[in-house]
């Protein structure tokens, strides 16, 4: 049977790629579903040189943020909350982000403005090398005064500079990609740049996050119906309750974080102890207190502290709200090198909408004031009666009052996130203003390393026993197939105990 070590080998093929194939395509399946984009953030600052424009000398305006956007850096603004998908085999993204941005100029003598320009909820699609941001723009256009509103409009191109989107990580940072003003976004941008003009850098981060099974990317998981509720409850508002939960959420001043950030301090803050980053806010978590008809006693967790240049180190701790009589007033302990206070108030705001409904009694954005321990506590950087930032407030009377949700800014990307295995040598060691990031990989980001290392060893162990069975055959008379036979068979044996 002078075929016989043939067939021999062609079944030992046969199983060994078979076992190829079963160990590679889970691992090639699941890398090719698409994934949703959940959580991140997304830094731009429009134009640098308009921003000077609007408030300069010349038009005499000013800028502010809405839906809970916020400033970083010297001139840049943060939106929140990445929401869409990625495809890690195409190369394909595209991400959505909540806030946005107003500007206003020119002043008239009837209160209005010649310029009022409002961009917001930007998206970023990429495709291949390039993409695009697309922003909802409600402008007023110049001369006319005509007011329009689009959604989602083409504004500006991105470059990638060579980056490769293909990849399987956990997440997705893109860091200065170049934006070029679009036609479309000319003229949404009323007349004041033309097409082709140079914008400043898009940098983002988003995580990623594995499809469930069976769902479509970007669709929400199922929800079970709330429970009904067997007993009936006591209005909150009755008798003095205990908090089950609460969280003040508070950002200071936007120009103090500018400061401490900026040029000026080149500083930055650190939160701990359980504070939480609203990008434009500061969440305090895990209110404990008491709550009797709009009255409340309350205190959080988490510390901020901002540190800088010229000497600057300021930390707030210890956050406590009291409610009395309609007049809210937030306390801290304040330790500076020149100042330290325990339960300093800070700030007072107006707290005559704070009622119990559903179980939750909440405040948001209360108009807050500057006290005069809180002047101290600043150094005498703000006077007494300074406007800060708003004090947003939730305190939960009951299990299932659940707290507003906190602008996702998604994890914090990693300070060099170039992967060498998506990222172009250019990207990756060109200068800061171009690209340098792409997708970060984790574990299943390619092809898995222990299936590849089995089927070598199978292959080599199966390119022995071919190269032993043509030896024999040579070796041995065509007649003696029962030797022949014998041989085959322990060889094979001894041969898969060895390997």
Same mark, same amino acid.
């Given at each position: 049977?002078?075929?016989?070590?043939?067939?021999?080998?062609?079944?030992?093929?046969?199983?060994?790629?078979?076992?190829?194939?079963?160990?590679?395509?889970?691992?090639?399946?699941?890398?090719?579903?698409?994934?949703?984009?959940?959580?991140?953030? %997304?830094?731009?600052?429009?134009?640098? @040189? =308009?921003?000077? &424009?609007? +408030?300069?000398?010349? /038009?005499?305006?000013?800028? *502010? $943020?809405?839906?809970?956007?916020?400033?970083?850096?010297?001139?840049?603004?943060?939106?929140?909350?990445?929401?869409?998908?990625?495809?890690?085999?195409?190369?394909?993204?595209?991400?959505?982000?909540?806030?946005?941005?107003?500007?206003?100029?020119?002043?008239?003598?009837?209160?209005?403005?010649?310029?009022?320009?409002?961009?917001?909820?930007?998206?970023?699609?990429?495709?291949?090398?390039?993409?695009?941001?697309?922003?909802?723009?409600?402008?007023?256009?110049?001369?006319?005064?005509?007011?329009?509103?689009?959604?989602?409009?083409?504004?500006?191109?991105?470059?990638?500079?060579?980056?490769?989107?293909?990849?399987?990580?956990?997440?997705?940072?893109?860091?200065?990609?170049?934006?070029? %003003?679009?036609?479309?976004?000319?003229? @949404? =941008?009323?007349? &004041?740049? +033309?097409?082709?003009? /140079?914008?400043?850098?898009? *940098? $983002?981060?988003?995580?990623?996050?594995?499809?469930?099974?069976?769902?479509?990317?970007?669709?929400?998981?199922?929800?079970?119906?709330?429970?009904?509720?067997?007993?009936?409850?006591?209005?909150?508002?009755?008798?003095?309750?205990?908090?089950?939960?609460?969280?003040?959420?508070?950002?200071?001043?936007?120009?103090?974080?500018?400061?401490?950030?900026?040029?000026?301090?080149?500083?930055?803050?650190?939160?701990?102890?359980?504070?939480?980053?609203?990008?434009?806010?500061?969440?305090?978590?895990?209110?404990?207190?008491?709550?009797?008809?709009?009255?409340?006693?309350?205190?959080?967790?988490?510390?901020?502290?901002?540190?800088?240049?010229?000497?600057?180190?300021?930390?707030?701790?210890?956050?406590?709200?009291?409610?009395?009589?309609?007049?809210?007033?937030? &306390?801290?302990?304040?330790?500076?090198?020149?100042?330290?206070?325990?339960?300093?108030?800070?700030?007072?705001?107006?707290?005559?909408?704070?009622?119990?409904?559903?179980?939750?009694?909440?405040?948001?954005?209360?108009?807050?004031?500057?006290?005069?321990?809180?002047?101290?506590?600043?150094?005498?950087?703000?006077?007494?009666?300074?406007?800060?930032?708003?004090?947003?407030?939730?305190?939960?009377?009951?299990?299932?009052?659940?707290?507003?949700?906190?602008?996702?800014?998604?994890?914090?990307?990693?300070?060099?996130?170039?992967?060498?295995?998506?990222?172009?040598?250019?990207?990756?060691?060109?200068?800061?203003?171009?690209?340098?990031?792409?997708?970060?990989?984790?574990?299943?980001?390619?092809?898995?390393?222990?299936?590849?290392?089995?089927?070598?060893?199978?292959?080599?162990?199966?390119?022995?026993?071919?190269?032993?069975?043509?030896?024999?055959?040579?070796?041995?008379?065509?007649?003696?197939?029962?030797?022949?036979?014998?041989?085959?068979?322990?060889?094979?044996?001894?041969?898969?105990?060895?390997?």
């Amino acid at each position: 049977m002078p075929t016989r070590p043939r067939a021999l080998v062609t079944v030992l093929c046969a199983a060994v790629l078979g076992a190829l194939l079963g160990a590679l395509l889970p691992a090639a399946t699941a890398h090719a579903e698409n994934r949703t984009v959940q959580g991140g953030r %997304l830094d731009w600052g429009i134009k640098s @040189s =308009f921003q000077s &424009y609007v +408030t300069g000398p010349v /038009a005499k305006g000013s800028f *502010s $943020l809405t839906g809970g956007a916020a400033t970083v850096g010297g001139g840049g603004f943060r939106f929140h909350s990445a929401a869409g998908g990625y495809d890690g085999d195409e190369g394909t993204f595209r991400a959505s982000f909540s806030g946005g941005v107003r500007f206003l100029g020119h002043g008239t003598e009837s209160g209005g403005h010649q310029l009022d320009l409002t961009i917001s909820s930007p998206t970023v699609s990429i495709s291949g090398s390039s993409g695009t941001l697309h922003v909802d723009v409600v402008s007023r256009a110049r001369g006319t005064g005509a007011v329009t509103t689009s959604r989602q409009v083409p504004f500006a191109s991105l470059s990638l500079g060579g980056i490769d989107m293909r990849g399987g990580g956990t997440s997705v940072v893109l860091d200065n990609l170049p934006a070029t %003003l679009t036609a479309q976004g000319a003229r @949404s =941008f009323a007349g &004041y740049y +033309t097409a082709g003009t /140079a914008l400043d850098p898009v *940098s $983002l981060s988003a995580d990623v996050q594995q499809a469930a099974a069976g769902r479509p990317p970007n669709t929400p998981e199922p929800t079970s119906p709330a429970p009904k509720e067997t007993s009936k409850k006591k209005p909150a508002t009755e008798e003095r309750t205990e908090l089950t939960d609460g969280a003040v959420d508070w950002g200071v001043r936007r120009t103090y974080r500018e400061y401490v950030t900026g040029d000026i301090a080149q500083g930055r803050w650190t939160l701990s102890s359980g504070a939480l980053d609203g990008g434009a806010l500061y969440r305090f978590p895990g209110g404990e207190g008491t709550f009797e008809d709009g009255d409340l006693t309350a205190a959080f967790d988490g510390t901020v502290r901002f540190t800088g240049g010229h000497g600057l180190d300021l930390r707030l701790s210890a956050v406590r709200v009291t409610v009395e009589n309609d007049r809210g007033t937030l &306390y801290a302990d304040v330790r500076s090198p020149d100042h330290s206070a325990r339960n300093a108030p800070l700030v007072t705001f107006a707290a005559k909408d704070l009622k119990a409904e559903d179980g939750l009694a909440r405040l948001t954005e209360a108009p807050a004031k500057l006290t005069a321990d809180g002047a101290e506590a600043f150094g005498g950087m703000y006077p007494e009666g300074t406007a800060m930032d708003p004090v947003s407030l939730a305190v939960a009377l009951t299990d299932d009052a659940g707290l507003p949700a906190l602008p996702d800014l998604g994890s914090t990307p990693t300070p060099e996130t170039a992967s060498p295995e998506t990222a172009s040598p250019e990207a990756a060691t060109g200068p800061s203003a171009e690209p340098v990031a792409s997708t970060v990989q984790d574990d299943g980001g390619g092809l898995p390393l222990l299936p590849l290392a089995l089927a070598a060893g199978l292959l080599s162990a199966l390119a022995a026993v071919a190269a032993f069975l043509v030896r024999r055959r040579r070796a041995q008379p065509a007649a003696d197939t029962a030797t022949l036979q014998g041989t085959s068979q322990d060889t094979q044996q001894s041969t898969s105990q060895r390997h």
